[in-house]
């Protein structure tokens, strides 16, 4: 028997690791995880000793390992640039991520909620595009938002120039419990050595917080 198909489309590399990695690693034990990463993320940082090099093919070689360490079977890069996602690349944008929907058929999408989580507004972007499209398949039977709670959001004010306000627990429809894959999902975000300001605080974070990731269905 096939494995069942899943895609998550994110924005950048490391948005699955500082996303719903967990959740990611869990899946791929018995579905067929593909990623789908709209930009390169050369808008990013670069902490690592590499600095002839270009960022996103750093960048790239760093989801790779991510995603290999969560299981995921396939990830495609749709190149486009970092920070720059705007109403003008709509059609675009969505035309190419349709492809590729159309071509894995996926039993569920995941992406981040339509705020970004962050805010980020390559999130936003990405995020309604996945929205859009779910609504145009019949085969995909669910579409699963990857946010944050509030007791989450709310160490976060000091890091992020907006961060929107996270869910209370009475908003979330699934919560998945990562702890099984804990280790994985650290591994996994360690592997962004590039974006190593940003996982060290993140990592911080993830000491205190609950081995759980939260989303809207």
């Known amino acids: 028997m096939s494995k ?3 895609l998550a489309i994110f924005a950048h590399p490391d948005d699955e690791a500082f996303g719903p990695a967990g959740t990611l690693a869990i899946y791929s034990k018995t579905s067929r995880v593909s990623i789908i990463c709209v930009t390169n993320g050369e808008a990013g940082e670069n902490h690592t000793d590499k600095k002839n090099g270009s960022l996103v093919n750093i960048r790239k070689e760093e989801l790779k390992k991510a995603a290999k360490i969560l299981g995921v079977s396939d990830v495609f890069f749709l190149d486009y640039k970092d920070g720059q996602l ?6 675009d944008l ?3 991520i349709q492809e590729y929907v159309e071509k894995i058929k996926p039993e569920i ?4 909620e339509p705020r970004g ?3 980020h507004i390559d999130h936003v972007v990405v ?11 019949d085969y995909v039977k669910k579409l699963l938002n990857f946010t944050l709670i509030k007791e989450q959001t709310d160490k976060l004010y ?5 961060v929107p306000k996270g869910y209370v627990l009475s908003e979330i429809d699934l919560i998945v419990d990562v702890e099984s894959v804990w280790e994985t999902k650290i591994k996994a975000l360690k592997q962004h050595v590039s974006q190593m300001k940003d996982v060290n605080k993140i990592l911080q ?3 205190e917080a609950p081995k759980k990731e939260y989303f809207l269905v």
């Open 86 to 91: 705007c109403n003008n690349l709509y059609h």
């Open 205 to 207: 974070h993830m000491e």
């Open 127 to 137: 995020s309604l595009l996945t929205h859009y499209i779910f609504s145009k398949v």
């Open 4 to 6: 069942k198909p899943i």
């Open 158 to 162: 000091d890091y992020f120039i907006y």
């Open 94 to 96: 969505a035309d190419k």
């Open 117 to 119: 989580v962050s805010g």
């Open 109 to 112: 999408l995941i992406t981040f």
